[in-house]
């Protein structure tokens, strides 16, 4: 994970990530590349009516999430930890974000 030199979560090495607390999707503000996932993601929150935001998050604060997520094109993976915090998990959230993603339609090219 890429960390700004005033601590604030940035993204992966090749995925983006999401932070749940519980009631909100939390997309870190800060020098990311947005991949195609997560634009995706966005998009659905929105039209589930889920809410979500995009701020800046230290890595010293996520104890305040219970759930982080990897995004990618290959789909969504759940992080157990980051630096030495354990998340506790959100499988029924993590199953709405693959789910939400599924349904997400196909763009032709």
Same mark, same amino acid.
């Given at each position: 994970?890429?960390?700004?030199?005033?601590?604030?979560?940035?993204?992966?090495?090749?995925?983006?990530?999401?932070?749940?607390?519980?009631?909100?999707?939390?997309?870190?503000?800060?020098?990311?590349?947005?991949?195609?996932?997560?634009?995706?993601?966005?998009?659905?929150?929105?039209? %589930? $009516? #889920?809410?979500?935001?995009?701020?800046?998050?230290?890595?010293?604060?996520?104890?305040?999430? *219970? @759930?982080?997520? /990897?995004?990618?094109?290959?789909?969504?993976?759940?992080? %157990? $930890? #980051?630096?030495?915090?354990?998340?506790?998990?959100?499988?029924?959230?993590?199953?709405?974000? *693959? @789910?939400?993603? /599924?349904?997400?339609?196909?763009?032709?090219?």
């Amino acid at each position: 994970m890429f960390v700004t030199a005033d601590g604030s979560i940035a993204e992966g090495t090749f995925w983006n990530i999401a932070l749940w607390d519980g009631e909100t999707a939390t997309w870190p503000e800060g020098p990311v590349l947005a991949g195609v996932t997560l634009s995706l993601l966005r998009q659905a929150l929105a039209q %589930a $009516a #889920i809410p979500q935001r995009s701020i800046p998050v230290r890595l010293d604060a996520i104890g305040a999430y *219970r @759930a982080a997520f /990897a995004l990618n094109s290959t789909g969504i993976q759940d992080i %157990a $930890a #980051i630096d030495g915090h354990v998340f506790g998990g959100d499988a029924r959230f993590g199953a709405w974000l *693959r @789910a939400l993603l /599924a349904a997400s339609p196909w763009e032709p090219f």
